[in-house]
């Protein structure tokens, strides 16, 4: 295997693919694990699924020369689409635009039944984007599959893995989406503290070693390791890195989602994804990761996409088969058409901008924090995403860096009477105990309006604390 000097790895087969090393060694020789490893972590619904007797044969129509009875798709005759056209801001020049037209074949196909996993052309780009972004290539034992948005997947991805009862390692907080999941199978949810740098790993460890004897440890761990939603904190290595190890020590799947990947704008590089560091393990398969183009294309669309060992992600294409077929052939051919015009050049100059983008919203909405809130309120900077977590100091007398009180009311009802919607912790908090903290999302208020809003719960918080 030979690496050119422009990142790109030559294969002995002779396939190329650009990786963008991100000071990685490439052209290791890469262990996955086995596909029978897996057996014990599917879920006994997942167990029980079976390939669509019609769309499991979709691949023979393939053959040259073959005349298929098969699958009840409609002509396409008889839709009345001929062509669509959209106009895309430039990535490299917002203030110009660029036309893009859906029609012949590449229509045909975005308005006709498609196959379970992804339009084939757009896994293929897909694959190479993780390549790029994650120094992922495929003949890793991982694959890739597409969903209605990252939420689809998600979704599906803990009916493959969990079976009700069953106890699950959450972050917390916690995105509050994935709460719902759980509790509809009655888990277990083993809560394991975050703070500044990512999950506490020493109480992670704690909580696996003093596991009771006889009960079925977790086998996944769900984690928001970018900017995480609701408290905006970005892992650092280190806590990733341990984490990794002890999923290895104690035999769980990690399940990163990670829609803020290309939202980080810290002032230090990126943190290198769960799904990239698992090359420096003995072996890779212990991480199914979740993207989304909601964040950086349109939230809309419900474009997201999955990766992980290829098992798994066979078990989650099983599920939509029966749920609902496949994601959006549509919406896939837009997508396509808009990255193949864009290219991975100039995708990544468009997630660029998007950083910048809401770091400066970031920053805009801390100088308010640090005007009306300051002494008042705690909080850490986020370095990615659109959200702030902030504790409210509710007495005069409350011991700085102590977590104590509740938002709850005074969220809830007290500051949407005084004219600010945010949401109170408890939320985020999957066993529902009480917190002061609250989260603030910065993506769609101008300057005007978080100063003013501010304003408004500032009043509200000293009425609280009895010096208003």
Not at 24 to 35: D, H, I, R
Not at 267 to 288: C, H, M, N, T
């Amino acid at each position: 295997m030979a690496t050119h000097s422009d990142g790109i790895i030559v294969s002995a087969s002779g396939v190329s693919t650009p990786v963008e090393t991100n000071g990685y060694t490439v052209g290791k020789v890469v262990k996955s694990l086995p596909a029978d490893f897996y057996t014990e972590f599917l879920s006994d619904a997942a167990k029980e699924r079976r390939p669509s007797p019609i769309r499991g044969l979709f691949p023979l129509e393939n053959k040259p020369g073959v005349i298929s009875f098969l699958a009840g798709k409609p002509n396409d005759a008889m839709f009345p689409f001929k062509s669509l056209s959209f106009n895309i801001a430039s990535p490299t020049d917002p203030s110009q635009e660029q036309s893009i037209s859906l029609s012949g074949k590449d229509l045909s196909a975005g308005l006709q039944y498609g196959p379970t996993g992804g339009l084939p052309r757009l896994l293929k780009w897909f694959i190479g984007l993780q390549a790029l972004s994650h120094g992922r290539k495929s003949g890793e034992g991982w694959s890739l599959t597409m969903g209605c948005g990252s939420q689809d997947l998600i979704y599906k991805a803990v009916n493959t893995l969990v079976n009700p009862g069953d106890a699950v390692l959450v972050e917390s907080p916690v995105y509050a989406g994935v709460i719902p999941m759980f509790k509809a199978l009655h888990c277990e949810q083993i809560e394991v503290e975050t703070d500044a740098n990512g999950i506490c790993s020493h109480l992670l460890r704690d909580i696996l070693e003093n596991w009771p004897v006889g009960k079925p440890k977790p086998r996944t761990l769900y984690t928001v390791p970018y900017g995480c939603n609701p408290t905006g904190m970005t892992a650092t290595l280190k806590r990733r890195k341990e984490v990794l190890q002890l999923a290895r020590e104690h035999n769980f799947l990690i399940l990163e989602d990670d829609p803020y990947f290309y939202l980080y704008f810290g002032k230090a590089a990126r943190p290198l994804s769960y799904f990239q560091l698992e090359l420096d393990e003995p072996e890779v398969g212990r991480v199914i990761r979740f993207d989304s183009f909601s964040k950086i294309l349109s939230a809309g669309m419900r474009m997201g996409f999955a990766s992980g060992p290829k098992p798994i992600i066979d078990s989650m294409d099983l599920h939509t088969a029966t749920a609902n077929l496949q994601a959006s052939s549509l919406i896939q051919a837009i997508t396509l058409a808009l990255v193949e015009e864009w290219g991975y050049s100039n995708f990544f100059a468009h997630t660029r901008a998007v950083a910048d983008f809401y770091r400066e919203k970031r920053d805009v909405f801390e100088s308010a924090l640090n005007a009306h809130l300051g002494g008042l309120v705690e909080w850490c900077t986020p370095e990615a995403g659109m959200f702030f977590w902030f504790k409210l100091l509710l007495s005069p007398s409350q011991t700085p860096c102590v977590v104590e009180g509740d938002s709850e009311d005074l969220i809830r009802t007290k500051a949407y009477e005084g004219g600010v919607l945010a949401l109170p912790g408890m939320v985020f908090l999957p066993n529902g105990r009480k917190t002061a903290f609250v989260r603030a999302s910065f993506s769609l208020c101008t300057e005007e309006q978080v100063n003013e809003a501010l304003k408004r719960l500032r009043a509200v918080l000293l009425k609280e604390r009895g010096e208003a």
